[in-house]
Every structure is written in structure tokens, then in C-alpha cells.
């Protein structure tokens, strides 16, 4: 059985060996994962944190400014801090 499979190397275009699919050899896949881990592969976009219509962080950050958590019950302020 042959140990080539079908596919190019997304590093360097040459056909890729089933071993170390979807690369050629361990080189292009450390080439790849040292990428990874210096930061050099990166998702485009702002705060990750924040929801997509931002309500929620909205709404930690004004109760974070006002000294309050935004999931506190009302009316259980008092009562021995039991919730």
C-alpha cells in the first residue's frame, strides 16, 4: 500500500503523505504548528468577549461601574446574603 494520499500541502504545494496529512512531511506540519503557537494565525475581529448585539457585556460593564452584579435578584439585598 502506497503511503501517499491524494491532496497538496497547504505549506509547500507537494503532494501530501498520509502520515502527516493534510502535509508533506513533519516539517511542514511543525512549520504550521509553530505558527499557531507564535501567534502568527489570528481570527480578525474585535472584543471576543463581547456578545453580537453587545447587550450582555453592556450590561456587566454598567453594573461592573455601579458595584453590582447584573444577576443579582432584586429584593434579595439584606437578607444575609442566602440566595
Not at 16 to 39: E, I, N
Not at 41 to 53: F, L, M, P, R, V
Not at 72 to 80: P, T, W
Amino acid at each position: 500500500m502506497a503511503s501517499k494520499a491524494s491532496g497538496i500541502c497547504p505549506e509547500c504545494g507537494e503532494t501530501t503523505v498520509k502520515r502527516y496529512r493534510p502535509f508533506c512531511s513533519k516539517r511542514c506540519a511543525d512549520l504550521d504548528l509553530s505558527r499557531w503557537l507564535t501567534g502568527s494565525y489570528a481570527i480578525a475581529g474585535g472584543n471576543a468577549d463581547a456578545d453580537e448585539d453587545g447587550d450582555e457585556a453592556d450590561a456587566f460593564e454598567l453594573a461592573r461601574r455601579q458595584g453590582t452584579r447584573s444577576d443579582d435578584n432584586a429584593g434579595d439585598e439584606g437578607q444575609g446574603g442566602f440566595h
